[in-house]
């Protein structure tokens, strides 16, 4: 299988303008207030028109209730959920089931038994997407750190 690329953390024309030129897969765009780069609805709306045909957009969310993925979909021309929370695998179908979008689950990645966490959401997630562990207190979600690859030895 292919790498797939994915821009996390997208706010802006120019940083959008930046990803499409790069070729990425895929430009996030952060559904979680406490970030630094959430966007709101208005600006995730402005960017997805923007990025139309040209790359697939995903919406990060972190433990968000229906109401919150509701609008954003309502504003965002959105290919995909992205989960950077506690959500279970439960909740990973029942998302999926109700907003008919493919949601990747992200894992928090530091040890074999985190990679293992996985198998649960089989049939539930369309993607895992495994990211390093942030440190206690951090917010959830990518911050440029990097994670053991080797734990991933014979994943599937």
Not at 78 to 92: D, F, I, M, T, Y
Not at 106 to 130: E, H, K, M, T, W
Request: with cysteine; aromatic share 8%.
């Amino acid at each position: 299988m292919p790498a797939k690329i994915k821009i996390c953390g997208i706010s802006t024309p120019e940083a959008l303008d930046a990803t499409i030129a790069a070729r990425a897969d895929y430009a996030g765009l952060v559904f979680y207030p406490a970030s630094p780069r959430a966007v709101t609805s208005n600006v995730a709306g402005a960017l997805t028109s923007r990025a139309a045909g040209q790359i697939a957009m995903v919406g990060l969310f972190v433990d968000a209730d229906d109401a919150v993925i509701a609008d954003a979909l309502v504003a965002a021309k959105l290919n995909a959920l992205q989960l950077h929370g506690s959500e279970s695998p439960e909740r990973v179908a029942q998302l999926r089931a109700r907003f008919g979008k493919p949601v990747w689950k992200a894992l928090p990645v530091a040890s074999a038994s985190d990679v293992a966490r996985a198998a649960a959401y089989a049939g539930a997630a369309d993607l895992i997407l495994f990211d390093a562990k942030t440190p206690k207190g951090a917010l959830p979600g990518g911050m440029g750190l990097a994670f053991d690859w080797s734990l991933l030895a014979g994943y599937r």
